[in-house]
């Protein structure tokens, strides 16, 4: 959707037209996370890129820049999902009813076809619940929050986001047989359902939820008037990009692994950013979603002909 400088979009202009600010940043890192699975599918790569006793800077960079894909894909369904209330006559029972269907349609997809493009195993002995299977539940978890008011739908989410790294010392095996559904929900795991049939749970789902949620609440800005809209976005990612070097230089919370000084300054550097994702720390959000809000700022602000072809990508991005 384009805007002058000076205008406050209507829930008609809504309803007809995109923003093109957030098809291009979520096309953006539609591309960006094409680079991850190149490197997985097309490299003999055998470690974790983040590793910093094996890797090197290119490649711990080429996995630490797509650590911007996840974060923002599911904090603008959030967005998204705000923008198309508005923009319809509807009340919440049918948003309701769409996320619902829709996230469930997600999470199918993300079992069956998703599943066989990663692995080409038509035996089901492994499989990952991954970040489709995030997005569906939290789409899910949304249906029922939507009911609350706006306040109460951020407050909800930013706790889910800011203190769900208090519970990192609770581990699936001392819940006995509730152990699975921890690992669903904040613990990276592998389970067996059934003899010789491994399920992986690759994306925990409390903190997407938080994600998603605020991204529901965050899309009320669109309301606003451009310039004081600009101004927030600039200030909302300055602000969580501060915080995270603060809260990351204190090394006492808000990721499971402290950072170190290394043999020499790159390194230094390398450890300070490399964040934990799975589950998403609260350091590791608020360093993508802080560049998120930048990036949206620098969309919204000038329209970049160079990015333009990412509006596109952004427009279909499961079919992406």
């Known amino acids: 959707m384009t805007f002058s400088s000076d205008e406050t979009p209507s829930n008609e202009q809504l309803l007809t037209k995109r923003i093109i600010s957030i098809d291009m940043l979520r096309g953006l890192v539609m591309v960006l996370m094409v680079l991850d699975h190149v490197r997985v599918f097309f490299t003999n790569v055998r470690f974790r890129p983040t590793d910093l006793t094996q890797t090197n800077i290119p490649l711990f960079l080429t996995r ?8 923002t894909f599911i904090f603008l369904a959030g967005v998204a999902a705000y923008l198309f209330f508005i923009s319809r006559p509807q009340s919440k029972q049918k948003l309701a009813q769409y996320l619902i269907i829709r996230g469930l349609w997600l999470v199918f997809l993300e079992l069956t076809i998703i599943r066989f493009g990663w692995i080409f195993d038509p035996t089901y002995s492994f499989t990952a619940a991954g970040v489709i299977w995030a997005i569906g539940w939290s789409m899910v978890v949304l249906a029922l929050l939507i009911r609350l008011p706006i306040p109460m739908i951020a407050v909800l989410g930013i706790l889910l986001i800011v203190g769900h790294n208090l519970f990192d010392h609770i581990h699936a095996e001392q819940l006995g047989t509730w152990g699975w559904l921890w690992a669903v929900i904040h613990e990276q795991k592998m389970l067996t359902p059934f003899p010789n049939k491994i399920f992986f749970i690759s994306y925990p789902l409390i903190p997407w939820i938080g994600v998603m949620a605020t991204g529901y609440a965050f899309g009320t800005i669109f309301k606003l008037e451009k310039t004081f809209r600009l101004r927030l976005l600039q200030w909302l990612g300055l602000g969580l990009i501060l915080s995270f070097v603060v809260i990351r ?8 692994y402290p950072w170190r000084v290394k043999s020499n300054f790159s390194y230094t550097i390398l450890s300070f950013i490399n964040c934990h994702k799975y589950p998403p720390s609260l350091l590791y959000l608020l360093m993508t979603l802080g560049l998120a809000m930048l990036l949206l700022y620098l969309f919204e602000k000038q329209r970049w002909r160079i990015f ?3 509006v596109l990508f952004g427009q279909v991005p499961l079919f992406f």
């Open 64 to 71: 630490w820049v797509t650590h911007l894909c996840a974060p």
């Open 308 to 310: 333009q072809p990412l």
């Open 249 to 256: 230089a204190l090394n006492v919370y808000g990721d499971p």
